[in-house]
């Protein structure tokens, strides 16, 4: 191969390669305001599950209804919500 052929190879890859981090969406999960509950849901079963992230155990496994996708903890209170 061509030096200018790998040249050209080389800049099409920075060029069109562009980076993707995990987590980049917090919708699946949320974290309380005071740091201290951590929200999911879970997909596939219907449910959110709330784990007390001092001692790391499940509080709750919540039945919320089909395919939930996102949750957020409101303001900086202890109620959820889950759509």
Do not use: Q
């Amino acid at each position: 191969m061509k030096s200018s052929h790998i040249l050209l190879f080389v800049g099409i890859l920075i060029f069109s390669w562009s980076p993707t981090f995990a987590g980049i969406s917090n919708s699946l999960m949320d974290i309380s305001a005071d740091g201290s509950l951590l929200i999911c849901s879970n997909r596939d079963s219907g449910t959110a599950t709330v784990v007390d992230l001092k001692t790391n155990d499940v509080l709750h496994e919540i039945p919320v209804g089909k395919h939930p996708e996102g949750v957020s903890f409101v303001g900086s209170s202890k109620l959820a919500a889950v759509a």
